[in-house]
Protein backbone atom coordinates (compact mmCIF):
# COMPACT_ATOMS: atom_id res chain seq x y z
CA UNK A 1 0.00 0.00 0.00
CA UNK A 2 1.34 3.21 -0.80
CA UNK A 3 0.17 6.97 -0.78
CA UNK A 4 0.52 9.86 -3.60
CA UNK A 5 1.16 13.55 -3.48
CA UNK A 6 -2.80 13.47 -4.39
CA UNK A 7 -3.84 12.28 -1.47
CA UNK A 8 -5.27 15.15 0.88
CA UNK A 9 -4.82 15.32 4.44
CA UNK A 10 -7.95 15.36 5.79
CA UNK A 11 -8.53 11.77 4.42
CA UNK A 12 -5.96 10.21 6.83
CA UNK A 13 -8.42 8.82 8.81
CA UNK A 14 -11.44 8.98 7.12
CA UNK A 15 -12.62 4.78 7.14
CA UNK A 16 -12.41 3.02 4.06
CA UNK A 17 -15.76 1.10 4.48
CA UNK A 18 -18.51 1.56 6.80
CA UNK A 19 -18.33 1.68 10.51
CA UNK A 20 -19.96 -0.73 12.11
CA UNK A 21 -17.53 -2.80 13.99
CA UNK A 22 -16.25 0.84 15.50
CA UNK A 23 -19.74 1.43 16.76
CA UNK A 24 -19.91 -1.86 17.71
CA UNK A 25 -17.16 -2.00 20.03
CA UNK A 26 -17.99 1.02 21.11
CA UNK A 27 -21.27 -0.06 22.81
CA UNK A 28 -19.34 -3.37 24.17
CA UNK A 29 -16.95 -1.15 26.04
CA UNK A 30 -19.31 1.17 26.92
CA UNK A 31 -21.92 -1.58 28.40
CA UNK A 32 -19.55 -2.54 30.79
CA UNK A 33 -17.07 0.36 31.28
CA UNK A 34 -18.35 3.99 31.79
CA UNK A 35 -21.81 2.60 31.90
CA UNK A 36 -21.01 0.96 35.54
CA UNK A 37 -19.85 4.00 37.24
CA UNK A 38 -23.50 6.12 36.49
CA UNK A 39 -25.33 2.93 37.01
CA UNK A 40 -23.91 2.28 40.26
CA UNK A 41 -23.69 5.83 41.63
CA UNK A 42 -27.88 5.89 41.02
CA UNK A 43 -28.94 2.36 42.42
CA UNK A 44 -27.69 3.15 45.74
CA UNK A 45 -30.40 5.85 46.12
CA UNK A 46 -33.26 3.59 45.98
CA UNK A 47 -32.63 1.39 48.85
CA UNK A 48 -31.49 4.28 51.50
CA UNK A 49 -33.60 3.05 54.20
CA UNK A 50 -33.63 -0.34 54.10
CA UNK A 51 -29.78 -0.37 53.83
CA UNK A 52 -29.90 2.02 57.31
CA UNK A 53 -32.52 -0.61 58.92
CA UNK A 54 -30.24 -3.50 57.87
CA UNK A 55 -27.18 -1.94 59.79
CA UNK A 56 -29.31 -1.18 62.76
CA UNK A 57 -30.72 -4.79 62.72
CA UNK A 58 -27.16 -6.19 62.79
CA UNK A 59 -26.14 -4.55 65.48
CA UNK A 60 -28.72 -4.98 67.59
CA UNK A 61 -28.48 -8.66 66.93
CA UNK A 62 -24.90 -8.97 67.66
CA UNK A 63 -24.67 -6.33 70.45
CA UNK A 64 -28.64 -6.15 71.70
CA UNK A 65 -28.71 -2.77 71.05
CA UNK A 66 -29.73 -0.65 68.27
CA UNK A 67 -27.52 2.42 67.04
CA UNK A 68 -28.41 6.17 67.04
CA UNK A 69 -29.69 7.75 64.23
CA UNK A 70 -25.68 10.18 63.54
CA UNK A 71 -24.19 6.52 63.92
CA UNK A 72 -26.11 4.66 61.41
CA UNK A 73 -25.44 8.00 59.13
CA UNK A 74 -22.13 8.01 59.74
CA UNK A 75 -22.22 4.05 58.38
CA UNK A 76 -24.17 4.72 55.84
CA UNK A 77 -21.76 7.37 54.80
CA UNK A 78 -18.95 5.14 54.32
CA UNK A 79 -21.16 2.72 52.54
CA UNK A 80 -21.45 5.66 49.87
CA UNK A 81 -17.82 6.79 50.74
CA UNK A 82 -16.42 2.85 49.98
CA UNK A 83 -17.43 3.51 46.18
CA UNK A 84 -15.20 6.83 45.59
CA UNK A 85 -12.11 5.05 47.44
CA UNK A 86 -12.49 1.84 45.24
CA UNK A 87 -12.25 4.46 42.01
CA UNK A 88 -9.28 5.96 43.60
CA UNK A 89 -7.64 2.40 43.73
CA UNK A 90 -8.89 1.30 40.39
CA UNK A 91 -7.94 4.75 38.99
CA UNK A 92 -4.05 3.72 40.05
CA UNK A 93 -4.69 0.31 38.57
CA UNK A 94 -5.66 1.22 35.33
CA UNK A 95 -2.30 3.05 34.45
CA UNK A 96 -0.43 -0.62 34.80
CA UNK A 97 -3.34 -2.61 34.04
CA UNK A 98 -3.89 -0.79 30.32
CA UNK A 99 0.21 -1.24 29.55
CA UNK A 100 0.24 -4.80 30.47
CA UNK A 101 -2.85 -6.19 29.73
CA UNK A 102 -4.12 -3.85 26.45
CA UNK A 103 -7.08 -1.82 26.63
CA UNK A 104 -9.31 -4.45 25.74
CA UNK A 105 -8.34 -7.14 28.21
CA UNK A 106 -7.95 -4.50 31.15
CA UNK A 107 -11.62 -3.73 30.51
CA UNK A 108 -12.37 -7.40 30.61
CA UNK A 109 -10.29 -8.61 33.10
CA UNK A 110 -12.06 -5.98 35.45
CA UNK A 111 -15.72 -7.55 35.72
CA UNK A 112 -13.83 -9.88 37.80
CA UNK A 113 -14.20 -6.74 40.88
CA UNK A 114 -17.61 -6.55 39.57
CA UNK A 115 -19.11 -10.21 40.09
CA UNK A 116 -17.24 -10.65 43.57
CA UNK A 117 -18.76 -7.87 44.87
CA UNK A 118 -22.36 -8.81 43.69
CA UNK A 119 -21.42 -12.50 46.00
CA UNK A 120 -21.06 -10.12 48.98
CA UNK A 121 -24.08 -7.95 48.18
CA UNK A 122 -26.31 -11.28 47.90
CA UNK A 123 -24.59 -12.43 50.67
CA UNK A 124 -24.84 -10.41 53.68
CA UNK A 125 -28.01 -10.84 54.33
CA UNK A 126 -27.66 -14.50 55.18
CA UNK A 127 -24.23 -13.59 56.56
CA UNK A 128 -26.09 -10.85 58.99
CA UNK A 129 -22.77 -8.58 57.99
CA UNK A 130 -23.09 -4.66 56.48
CA UNK A 131 -19.54 -4.65 56.20
CA UNK A 132 -19.83 -7.13 53.25
CA UNK A 133 -21.47 -4.03 51.67
CA UNK A 134 -19.05 -1.92 52.17
CA UNK A 135 -16.57 -4.01 50.80
CA UNK A 136 -18.57 -4.60 47.76
CA UNK A 137 -18.42 -0.80 46.98
CA UNK A 138 -15.17 -1.00 47.13
CA UNK A 139 -14.82 -3.20 44.76
CA UNK A 140 -17.32 -1.76 42.49
CA UNK A 141 -16.03 1.40 42.95
CA UNK A 142 -12.11 -0.50 41.19
CA UNK A 143 -14.03 -1.59 38.54
CA UNK A 144 -15.99 2.11 38.09
CA UNK A 145 -12.28 3.38 38.46
CA UNK A 146 -10.87 0.85 35.92
CA UNK A 147 -13.04 1.60 33.33
CA UNK A 148 -13.34 5.27 33.54
CA UNK A 149 -9.74 5.68 32.70
CA UNK A 150 -9.23 2.86 30.36
CA UNK A 151 -12.32 3.23 28.31
CA UNK A 152 -11.66 6.86 27.04
CA UNK A 153 -8.03 5.76 26.19
CA UNK A 154 -9.45 2.89 24.28
CA UNK A 155 -11.83 4.92 22.57
CA UNK A 156 -9.39 7.98 21.60
CA UNK A 157 -7.12 5.24 20.18
CA UNK A 158 -9.30 3.73 18.13
CA UNK A 159 -11.26 6.50 16.69
CA UNK A 160 -10.06 8.29 12.94
CA UNK A 161 -8.99 12.07 13.63
CA UNK A 162 -12.18 13.67 12.39
CA UNK A 163 -15.11 11.58 14.69
CA UNK A 164 -12.46 11.08 17.57
CA UNK A 165 -14.10 13.54 20.10
CA UNK A 166 -17.55 12.02 19.21
CA UNK A 167 -16.58 8.59 20.01
CA UNK A 168 -14.70 9.54 23.00
CA UNK A 169 -17.63 11.56 24.12
CA UNK A 170 -20.02 8.49 23.80
CA UNK A 171 -18.54 7.13 27.64
CA UNK A 172 -20.41 10.05 29.04
CA UNK A 173 -23.32 9.13 27.07
CA UNK A 174 -22.72 5.72 28.74
CA UNK A 175 -22.41 7.36 31.81
CA UNK A 176 -25.66 8.86 31.55
CA UNK A 177 -27.39 6.21 30.30
CA UNK A 178 -26.29 4.07 33.22
CA UNK A 179 -27.47 6.67 35.78
CA UNK A 180 -31.26 6.99 33.72
CA UNK A 181 -30.99 3.37 33.89
CA UNK A 182 -30.15 2.72 37.36
CA UNK A 183 -32.91 5.29 38.99
CA UNK A 184 -35.58 3.64 36.53
CA UNK A 185 -34.68 -0.45 38.31
CA UNK A 186 -34.43 1.14 41.73
CA UNK A 187 -37.91 2.27 41.58
CA UNK A 188 -40.13 0.31 44.03
CA UNK A 189 -42.34 -0.86 41.41
CA UNK A 190 -38.88 -3.10 40.14
CA UNK A 191 -36.25 -3.70 42.34
CA UNK A 192 -36.26 -0.70 44.77
CA UNK A 193 -38.56 -2.55 47.10
CA UNK A 194 -37.83 -3.51 50.54
CA UNK A 195 -37.21 -8.11 49.79
CA UNK A 196 -35.25 -7.09 46.29
CA UNK A 197 -32.69 -4.36 47.50
CA UNK A 198 -29.46 -7.10 47.44
CA UNK A 199 -31.05 -7.88 43.35
CA UNK A 200 -30.66 -4.08 43.00
CA UNK A 201 -26.90 -3.65 44.54
CA UNK A 202 -26.18 -6.43 42.31
CA UNK A 203 -27.88 -6.49 39.02
CA UNK A 204 -24.62 -4.12 37.60
CA UNK A 205 -23.16 -8.33 36.69
CA UNK A 206 -25.61 -7.92 34.12
CA UNK A 207 -23.67 -4.83 31.82
CA UNK A 208 -20.53 -7.14 32.82
CA UNK A 209 -21.96 -10.09 31.03
CA UNK A 210 -23.04 -8.95 28.28
CA UNK A 211 -19.16 -7.56 27.74
CA UNK A 212 -17.83 -10.46 28.76
CA UNK A 213 -19.53 -11.98 26.14
CA UNK A 214 -19.39 -9.60 23.01
CA UNK A 215 -16.09 -7.71 23.90
CA UNK A 216 -13.23 -10.63 23.07
CA UNK A 217 -14.95 -10.45 19.39
CA UNK A 218 -13.96 -7.05 18.85
CA UNK A 219 -9.73 -5.78 17.94
CA UNK A 220 -7.83 -3.94 20.47
CA UNK A 221 -6.43 -0.80 20.10
CA UNK A 222 -4.06 0.11 17.19
CA UNK A 223 -1.71 2.55 18.87
CA UNK A 224 -1.58 0.14 21.42
CA UNK A 225 -0.65 -2.94 19.21
CA UNK A 226 1.60 -0.95 17.02
CA UNK A 227 4.11 1.57 19.73
CA UNK A 228 3.60 -0.73 22.93
CA UNK A 229 3.55 -3.91 21.43
CA UNK A 230 5.64 -3.28 18.49
CA UNK A 231 2.88 -5.90 16.28
CA UNK A 232 2.32 -3.93 12.76
CA UNK A 233 0.51 -6.91 11.35
CA UNK A 234 -1.95 -6.62 14.55
CA UNK A 235 -2.17 -3.25 13.94
CA UNK A 236 -2.89 -3.30 10.32
CA UNK A 237 -5.35 -5.84 11.38
CA UNK A 238 -7.31 -4.23 13.47
CA UNK A 239 -7.27 -1.01 12.10
CA UNK A 240 -8.69 -2.23 8.88
CA UNK A 241 -11.30 -4.14 10.77
CA UNK A 242 -12.48 -0.52 12.82
CA UNK A 243 -12.44 1.41 9.41
CA UNK A 244 -14.71 -1.35 7.52
CA UNK A 245 -12.17 -2.04 5.09
CA UNK A 246 -8.05 -1.74 4.61
CA UNK A 247 -6.71 0.21 6.95
CA UNK A 248 -6.14 3.89 5.81
CA UNK A 249 -2.56 4.59 4.44
CA UNK A 250 -2.20 8.16 5.87
CA UNK A 251 -3.51 7.12 9.49
CA UNK A 252 -0.74 4.10 9.40
CA UNK A 253 1.94 6.70 9.01
CA UNK A 254 0.38 8.76 11.20
CA UNK A 255 0.77 5.94 13.89
CA UNK A 256 4.77 5.24 12.83
CA UNK A 257 5.64 8.56 13.07
CA UNK A 258 4.48 8.55 16.56
CA UNK A 259 6.50 5.76 16.97
CA UNK A 260 9.40 6.60 16.10
CA UNK A 261 8.91 9.88 17.63
CA UNK A 262 8.80 8.31 20.74
CA UNK A 263 11.71 6.47 20.25
CA UNK A 264 13.87 9.51 19.46
CA UNK A 265 12.73 11.15 22.24
CA UNK A 266 13.14 8.72 24.68
CA UNK A 267 15.71 6.09 22.89
CA UNK A 268 12.60 3.82 23.63
CA UNK A 269 8.96 3.76 23.83
CA UNK A 270 8.66 2.40 27.04
CA UNK A 271 5.46 4.25 29.22
CA UNK A 272 6.08 7.03 31.85
CA UNK A 273 5.10 6.59 35.36
CA UNK A 274 3.29 9.57 37.43
CA UNK A 275 6.38 10.68 38.98
CA UNK A 276 8.25 10.71 36.06
CA UNK A 277 5.47 12.89 34.31
CA UNK A 278 5.41 14.97 37.28
CA UNK A 279 8.89 15.81 36.39
CA UNK A 280 8.94 16.29 32.64
CA UNK A 281 8.88 20.23 32.53
CA UNK A 282 7.61 19.85 28.78
CA UNK A 283 3.96 18.67 29.89
CA UNK A 284 3.43 20.62 32.66
CA UNK A 285 1.24 22.54 30.49
CA UNK A 286 -0.84 19.49 30.02
CA UNK A 287 -0.44 18.22 33.18
CA UNK A 288 -2.16 21.09 34.94
CA UNK A 289 -5.12 21.42 32.80
CA UNK A 290 -5.97 17.61 33.19
CA UNK A 291 -5.50 17.87 37.05
CA UNK A 292 -7.78 21.32 36.72
CA UNK A 293 -10.31 19.44 34.28
CA UNK A 294 -10.44 16.73 36.55
CA UNK A 295 -10.33 17.64 39.91
CA UNK A 296 -13.19 20.43 39.35
CA UNK A 297 -15.21 17.75 37.07
CA UNK A 298 -16.16 16.65 41.09
CA UNK A 299 -15.68 19.51 42.91
CA UNK A 300 -18.62 21.17 41.04
CA UNK A 301 -20.92 19.46 42.93
CA UNK A 302 -23.04 17.35 39.80
CA UNK A 303 -22.52 14.20 41.77
CA UNK A 304 -23.73 14.90 44.90
CA UNK A 305 -26.86 15.61 43.36
CA UNK A 306 -27.25 11.57 42.69
CA UNK A 307 -25.92 10.66 45.86
CA UNK A 308 -28.32 12.88 48.04
CA UNK A 309 -30.73 13.44 45.41
CA UNK A 310 -33.92 12.32 47.54
CA UNK A 311 -32.29 14.54 50.59
CA UNK A 312 -32.32 17.40 48.07
CA UNK A 313 -36.10 17.07 46.46
CA UNK A 314 -37.14 16.81 49.88
CA UNK A 315 -35.43 19.86 50.94
CA UNK A 316 -36.85 21.86 47.83
CA UNK A 317 -40.34 20.79 49.09
CA UNK A 318 -41.34 17.83 46.62
CA UNK A 319 -43.47 15.63 48.40
CA UNK A 320 -41.69 12.19 49.46
CA UNK A 321 -44.00 10.03 47.31
CA UNK A 322 -42.88 11.50 44.15
CA UNK A 323 -39.30 12.30 45.37
CA UNK A 324 -38.50 8.95 42.92
CA UNK A 325 -39.62 10.13 39.61
CA UNK A 326 -38.45 13.36 40.59
CA UNK A 327 -34.98 12.00 40.77
CA UNK A 328 -35.28 10.26 37.45
CA UNK A 329 -35.51 13.43 35.86
CA UNK A 330 -32.24 14.22 37.06
CA UNK A 331 -30.55 11.27 35.12
CA UNK A 332 -32.83 12.07 31.80
CA UNK A 333 -31.56 15.53 32.29
CA UNK A 334 -27.91 14.28 31.85
CA UNK A 335 -28.68 11.65 29.03
CA UNK A 336 -30.49 14.68 26.85
CA UNK A 337 -27.62 16.76 27.71
CA UNK A 338 -24.81 14.06 26.07
CA UNK A 339 -26.39 12.87 22.91
CA UNK A 340 -27.10 16.58 22.12
CA UNK A 341 -23.25 17.41 23.04
CA UNK A 342 -21.99 14.11 21.23
CA UNK A 343 -23.68 15.48 18.42
CA UNK A 344 -22.37 19.17 18.59
CA UNK A 345 -18.47 18.20 19.96
CA UNK A 346 -16.87 18.07 16.59
CA UNK A 347 -18.42 21.38 15.31
CA UNK A 348 -18.48 23.24 18.05
CA UNK A 349 -15.33 21.69 19.85
CA UNK A 350 -14.20 20.96 23.25
CA UNK A 351 -12.87 24.43 24.65
CA UNK A 352 -16.64 26.36 24.02
CA UNK A 353 -18.10 23.16 25.54
CA UNK A 354 -15.83 23.31 28.91
CA UNK A 355 -16.49 26.84 28.87
CA UNK A 356 -20.47 27.04 28.02
CA UNK A 357 -20.37 24.21 30.78
CA UNK A 358 -19.32 26.00 34.03
CA UNK A 359 -20.52 29.42 32.94
CA UNK A 360 -24.06 27.77 32.76
CA UNK A 361 -23.79 25.84 35.92
CA UNK A 362 -22.45 29.11 37.53
CA UNK A 363 -25.62 30.82 36.67
CA UNK A 364 -28.05 28.06 37.81
CA UNK A 365 -25.79 27.85 41.21
CA UNK A 366 -27.09 31.43 41.60
CA UNK A 367 -31.00 31.03 40.71
CA UNK A 368 -31.01 28.05 42.66
CA UNK A 369 -29.84 29.60 45.56
CA UNK A 370 -32.21 32.61 45.08
CA UNK A 371 -34.86 29.77 45.13
CA UNK A 372 -33.95 28.56 48.24
CA UNK A 373 -33.99 31.96 50.13
CA UNK A 374 -37.34 32.78 48.74
CA UNK A 375 -38.85 29.28 49.53
CA UNK A 376 -37.59 29.61 53.12
CA UNK A 377 -40.01 33.04 53.44
CA UNK A 378 -42.64 30.97 51.76
CA UNK A 379 -43.14 32.57 47.86
CA UNK A 380 -44.96 30.63 46.12
CA UNK A 381 -43.95 28.04 43.46
CA UNK A 382 -40.29 27.89 44.42
CA UNK A 383 -40.02 24.69 45.53
CA UNK A 384 -40.63 23.48 41.93
CA UNK A 385 -38.32 26.43 40.71
CA UNK A 386 -35.18 24.98 42.71
CA UNK A 387 -35.93 21.60 41.15
CA UNK A 388 -35.79 22.79 37.45
CA UNK A 389 -32.54 24.53 38.91
CA UNK A 390 -31.26 21.09 39.71
CA UNK A 391 -32.28 19.89 36.35
CA UNK A 392 -30.89 23.00 34.51
CA UNK A 393 -27.49 22.53 36.29
CA UNK A 394 -27.14 18.62 35.16
CA UNK A 395 -28.60 19.44 32.06
CA UNK A 396 -24.80 22.15 32.06
CA UNK A 397 -23.17 19.85 33.04
CA UNK A 398 -23.73 17.04 30.56
CA UNK A 399 -22.94 19.39 27.69
CA UNK A 400 -19.54 19.72 27.93
CA UNK A 401 -17.40 19.34 31.44
CA UNK A 402 -19.36 15.53 32.13
CA UNK A 403 -17.70 14.28 28.33
CA UNK A 404 -14.53 17.02 27.32
CA UNK A 405 -12.84 15.86 30.84
CA UNK A 406 -12.84 12.31 29.86
CA UNK A 407 -11.31 13.27 26.36
CA UNK A 408 -8.51 15.28 27.08
CA UNK A 409 -5.66 13.23 28.29
CA UNK A 410 -6.67 10.87 25.09
CA UNK A 411 -5.98 14.25 23.21
CA UNK A 412 -3.32 16.60 24.70
CA UNK A 413 -0.59 13.13 25.32
CA UNK A 414 1.25 11.05 23.45
CA UNK A 415 1.05 6.89 23.69
CA UNK A 416 3.88 6.50 26.67
CA UNK A 417 2.25 9.55 28.85
CA UNK A 418 -0.94 8.90 28.47
CA UNK A 419 -1.69 6.03 31.04
CA UNK A 420 0.44 8.17 33.63
CA UNK A 421 -2.16 11.03 33.04
CA UNK A 422 -5.02 9.18 33.55
CA UNK A 423 -3.66 7.43 36.62
CA UNK A 424 -3.35 11.23 38.03
CA UNK A 425 -6.62 12.78 36.46
CA UNK A 426 -8.49 9.53 37.93
CA UNK A 427 -6.83 9.79 41.57
CA UNK A 428 -7.93 13.47 41.34
CA UNK A 429 -11.36 12.69 40.32
CA UNK A 430 -12.16 9.84 42.59
CA UNK A 431 -10.51 11.96 45.71
CA UNK A 432 -12.43 14.69 44.63
CA UNK A 433 -15.79 12.84 44.59
CA UNK A 434 -14.97 11.19 47.85
CA UNK A 435 -14.12 15.01 49.47
CA UNK A 436 -17.30 15.98 47.88
CA UNK A 437 -19.54 13.24 49.39
CA UNK A 438 -17.90 12.75 52.96
CA UNK A 439 -18.75 17.07 53.12
CA UNK A 440 -22.01 17.54 51.38
CA UNK A 441 -24.49 16.84 54.02
CA UNK A 442 -22.12 19.06 56.57
CA UNK A 443 -22.40 21.44 53.30
CA UNK A 444 -26.28 21.67 53.60
CA UNK A 445 -26.25 21.55 57.51
CA UNK A 446 -23.90 24.13 57.96
CA UNK A 447 -24.87 26.63 54.67
CA UNK A 448 -28.72 25.33 54.59
CA UNK A 449 -29.98 27.63 51.61
CA UNK A 450 -26.39 28.88 50.47
CA UNK A 451 -25.36 25.03 49.78
CA UNK A 452 -24.21 25.45 46.70
CA UNK A 453 -22.09 28.52 46.96
CA UNK A 454 -19.39 26.65 47.28
CA UNK A 455 -19.76 24.45 43.90
CA UNK A 456 -20.67 28.31 42.57
CA UNK A 457 -16.65 29.94 43.42
CA UNK A 458 -15.75 25.84 41.52
CA UNK A 459 -17.34 26.73 38.37
CA UNK A 460 -16.46 30.41 37.69
CA UNK A 461 -12.91 28.80 38.30
CA UNK A 462 -12.87 26.08 36.55
CA UNK A 463 -15.01 28.26 33.49
CA UNK A 464 -11.75 31.19 33.64
CA UNK A 465 -8.67 28.41 34.00
CA UNK A 466 -9.99 26.01 31.57
CA UNK A 467 -11.29 28.62 29.56
CA UNK A 468 -8.04 30.38 29.05
CA UNK A 469 -5.22 27.53 29.18
CA UNK A 470 -6.93 24.72 27.13
CA UNK A 471 -6.69 24.49 23.08
CA UNK A 472 -8.94 23.68 21.00
CA UNK A 473 -8.07 19.92 19.83
CA UNK A 474 -10.94 19.39 17.08
CA UNK A 475 -9.83 17.71 14.41
CA UNK A 476 -6.31 17.85 14.94
CA UNK A 477 -3.33 15.18 15.25
CA UNK A 478 -1.41 14.86 18.24
CA UNK A 479 1.38 16.09 16.39
CA UNK A 480 -0.56 19.30 16.21
CA UNK A 481 -1.68 19.10 19.42
CA UNK A 482 1.80 18.94 20.40
CA UNK A 483 3.41 22.01 18.45
CA UNK A 484 0.90 24.11 20.02
CA UNK A 485 1.95 23.63 23.73
CA UNK A 486 5.27 23.82 22.00
CA UNK A 487 4.91 27.26 20.55
CA UNK A 488 3.33 28.68 23.77
CA UNK A 489 6.44 27.28 25.89
CA UNK A 490 8.79 28.88 22.98
CA UNK A 491 6.47 32.26 23.68
CA UNK A 492 7.01 32.24 27.28
CA UNK A 493 10.68 31.48 26.74
CA UNK A 494 11.68 33.22 24.05
CA UNK A 495 12.52 37.18 23.64
CA UNK A 496 10.11 39.16 21.29
CA UNK A 497 11.25 38.66 17.69
CA UNK A 498 13.19 35.77 18.98
CA UNK A 499 11.37 31.87 18.08
CA UNK A 500 13.44 28.87 19.34
CA UNK A 501 13.91 25.45 17.07
CA UNK A 502 12.51 22.74 17.95
CA UNK A 503 12.86 19.11 17.16
CA UNK A 504 11.63 18.00 13.98
CA UNK A 505 9.60 15.21 15.48
CA UNK A 506 6.96 17.86 17.25
CA UNK A 507 5.71 19.11 13.60
CA UNK A 508 6.00 15.51 11.27
CA UNK A 509 3.71 15.65 8.77
CA UNK A 510 1.30 13.46 7.08
CA UNK A 511 0.45 12.47 3.33
CA UNK A 512 4.09 11.39 1.89
CA UNK A 513 4.57 8.08 2.78
CA UNK A 514 6.02 5.70 -0.10
CA UNK A 515 4.45 2.64 2.30
CA UNK A 516 4.90 1.86 6.23
CA UNK A 517 8.17 0.78 6.77
CA UNK A 518 9.91 3.36 4.66
CA UNK A 519 8.50 6.68 5.49
CA UNK A 520 10.43 9.54 3.49
CA UNK A 521 9.90 13.22 4.16
CA UNK A 522 7.47 15.12 1.72
CA UNK A 523 9.86 17.77 -0.01
CA UNK A 524 7.08 20.46 -0.57
CA UNK A 525 5.07 22.88 2.04
CA UNK A 526 3.11 20.89 4.91
CA UNK A 527 -0.50 21.57 4.31
CA UNK A 528 -0.94 19.78 7.93
CA UNK A 529 0.73 22.36 9.83
CA UNK A 530 -0.04 26.39 9.71
CA UNK A 531 3.24 27.47 10.96
CA UNK A 532 5.46 26.51 8.28
CA UNK A 533 7.96 28.78 8.94
CA UNK A 534 8.90 27.10 11.76
CA UNK A 535 8.97 23.14 10.22
CA UNK A 536 11.00 24.94 7.23
CA UNK A 537 13.52 26.30 10.61
CA UNK A 538 13.35 23.19 12.26
CA UNK A 539 13.95 20.85 9.37
CA UNK A 540 17.24 22.76 8.58
CA UNK A 541 18.47 22.34 11.92
CA UNK A 542 18.08 18.37 11.88
CA UNK A 543 18.71 18.81 7.94
CA UNK A 544 21.44 16.20 8.50
CA UNK A 545 19.21 13.12 9.95
CA UNK A 546 15.91 13.79 8.56
CA UNK A 547 15.76 15.85 5.39
CA UNK A 548 14.36 13.91 2.65
CA UNK A 549 15.96 10.54 5.11
CA UNK A 550 14.21 7.36 5.62
CA UNK A 551 11.92 7.51 8.92
CA UNK A 552 11.17 3.71 9.23
CA UNK A 553 8.59 2.21 11.50
CA UNK A 554 10.21 0.24 14.55
CA UNK A 555 8.71 -3.34 15.60
Given at each position: MTSTGETKPGDTSRPSGNGRTLALTVCSAGIGGTFQYGYNISIINAPTSYIQSFINDTYVERWGTGLDIPQVTILWTLIVSAFSLGGLIGALLAGPMSVHCGRKNSLLVNNVFLFVGAILVLTCKAAKSFEMIILARILVGINSGVSMNIQPMYFGESAPTHLRGAVAFSSAVFTAFGIFLGQVVGLTELLGSKPLWTYLLASNTLPGLIQLLTLPWFPESPRYLLIDRGDREACLHALGRLRGGEAPVLEMEELCREQQQLVNNRSGAASKTPWSLFKDRDLRSQLRIVMAASSAMMLCGNDSIYFYASYIFLEAGIPSDKVQYAAIGTGA?????????????????????????????????????????????????????????????????????????????????????????????????????????????????????????????????????????????????????TSEFQRKRDTKKSKPGKQEDGPVENHYQLGAASSFTSLKQYPGPNPMNEDRNLINSSERVNESDHAFGVIECTL
Open positions: SELTASILSNLLIERMGRRYLLLGGYSLMSCWSIVFTVALILQSRGVAGMPYLSMVCVYAYILSFGLGPAGVTGILPAEIFDQAARPAAYMIAGSLMWLSLFLVGMLFPFIVNGLGNFCFLPFLVVCLISAVFLGYSVPETKGKTLAEI
